[in-house]
């Protein structure tokens, strides 16, 4: 059997589809902030305002960016998933907070970054690679 990424789109439901859709939109619109802007402007991008709540789970939201992560044509590390979540999540009515550590390589001491997201005090994307990481900052 092969693997036909688009014929396995199709075979979702379409709220899955849209979701997808929306997610390739969003870290898109991330990566590119990211690449354009200063830090401080682009890491906003994920702090808008909470509208009401959605039917959207923050299951569904996180499948959708590591989905489109693995196959947009461009390499996606944990602050553009990072951002594209909290981005998402917050749009759907669900308080997202994006916090941004650092730690020493156990290998060489060299300085490491890495970027989470959690929901109330729950990880949601980027929590597992977290072990290790003092958080420096959090957003909003």
Partial sequence: ???NPLARYHRLPGARRRLLRRAVVTLTLTSVALALLPFRRA???GSRALPRRSDVS????VWAVEATARWVP???VCLQKGLAA?????ANGIDARLHYGVRHAPADRDLEAH???TVGE???IGGEEAV????LASFP
Avoid: E, N
């Fill in 74 to 76: 461009w390499r996606t």
């Fill in 58 to 61: 923050s299951d569904d939201i």
């Fill in 122 to 124: 729950s990880p949601v």
């Fill in 132 to 135: 290790g990481f003092a958080a």
């Fill in 86 to 90: 909290q981005h998402m999540l917050r």
């Fill in 43 to 45: 890491i906003l991008l």
């Fill in 1 to 3: 059997m092969i693997f």
């Fill in 115 to 117: 970027v989470w997201v």
